[in-house]
């Protein structure tokens, strides 16, 4: 079946540098991916996304590029600030018009 | 503008006792979802809704019943709750499943 996974559970780094957030998946037929950002006792929030046609996609601060050949996703957050802090998920949806998400990595920007 | 709306916020239950979370979303979206977001995971598919009057199973529909006679309105049912149900719940709506979902602040359901 469908299924979205991440390579790191946590990632810490420092204010003012860059983060990089990695997702795997594993449907071929996936055609619509999300990035959500979560805060602690919120619902998701809505970052980024981008379609298959696509290899990048640019945002206010982050950037999302899509590598179809090895079904691999990435979420770029640039001069990470301290309200970028939260757990970070992809989502994807293909022909089971269902948003399938993946574990989540949690983000922690160090002072 | 309300977005996704979900009541209630918080809930106690007993083991084998039913209730009933109700989602609103003002958007006129077609496409509704529950989740349920266990501790350090992410969020599993219980239902999902692609218009009024329509449902079907996610990933993890088990235990669950939903109803979706409103276009604004879905719900979720628990006819015989159990411990495994203790999770915090989540409703979603979005126009079709290519654009973004939007979601509510989450249901925090505790069954003892």
């Known amino acids: 079946g469908e299924s979205v996974g991440l390579h790191l559970p946590t990632l810490s780094v420092q204010e003012g540098d860059n983060s990089i957030i990695n997702c795997a998946y594993s449907n071929s037929a996936s055609d619509y991916f999300i990035w959500y950002k979560q805060e602690s006792g919120k619902g998701p929030q809505f970052i980024i996304d981008?379609?298959?046609?696509?290899d990048k996609r640019q945002g206010q601060r982050v950037t999302v590029l899509l590598n179809k050949t090895v079904k691999h996703l990435s979420l770029q957050i640039a001069a990470t600030q301290p309200g970028d802090s939260a757990v970070y998920f992809c989502a994807e949806s293909g022909s089971a018009r269902q948003l399938t998400f993946g574990s989540g990595t949690q983000l922690t920007v160090l002072p | 503008n309300a977005g996704v709306t979900q009541t209630p916020k918080f809930r106690v239950l007993k083991t084998g006792q039913s209730m009933t979370l109700l989602c609103a979303q003002d958007m006129n979206h077609e496409y509704m979802y529950w989740y349920r977001q266990d501790p350090g995971m992410g969020l599993r598919l219980i239902h999902y809704s692609v218009g009024e009057g329509t449902t079907a199973k996610g990933e993890v529909p088990d235990g669950y019943n939903v109803s979706r006679l409103k276009k604004q309105n879905f719900l979720l049912g628990l006819e015989s709750a159990a411990p495994s149900q203790t999770s915090v719940y989540f409703c979603a709506s979005s126009y079709n499943p290519e654009t973004e979902a939007f979601f509510g602040q989450g249901t925090r359901l505790t069954v003892v």
């Open positions: 981008i379609r298959s046609n696509m």
